[in-house]
């Protein structure tokens, strides 16, 4: 079982950047596939973003694409999501998702079950 920990968060006004960060422990961190996700208020889950092992391919969702950036740091067993130009409906708990079996491609529509989560970390883009 891998151990993610979301960092970063924070209240920050619109069109202002963040940059969150998810460590991951437990399991060999070039092996996982990564991916954040993120839960509004009264809002279901949803993909924001997703990263292949190594690195070499990325995965947006429509809202986010041009605005955040997802990359990883195989050194420091960590991935990092890039939220610049913020908007108050990207307020939401950013949550941490990992994989050794699944393909990143496929984090997106992936049952929750099958997935490794951590915690979160609370993002509120208010005046």
């Known amino acids: 079982q891998v151990q993610l920990v979301e960092s970063g968060g924070g209240l920050v006004q619109p069109g202002g950047s963040l940059r969150l960060s998810c460590l991951a422990t437990?399991?060999?961190?070039?092996?996982?596939?990564l991916a954040w996700f993120r839960q509004g208020p009264a809002k279901e889950r949803e993909f924001v973003a997703a990263i292949t092992r190594a690195g070499y391919g990325t995965y947006y969702s429509d809202s986010v694409t041009g605005r955040f950036i997802i990359s990883r740091d195989d050194a420091t067993r960590t991935v990092h999501l890039d939220l610049n130009n913020l908007k108050p409906e990207d307020t939401a708990v950013y949550i941490c998702a990992a994989s050794e079996a699944i393909d990143a491609s496929m984090l997106r529509t992936t049952p929750e079950s099958l997935l490794s989560w951590g915690q979160g970390t609370q993002v509120t883009v208010s005046s």
């Open positions: 437990g399991r060999n961190f070039r092996s996982l596939a």
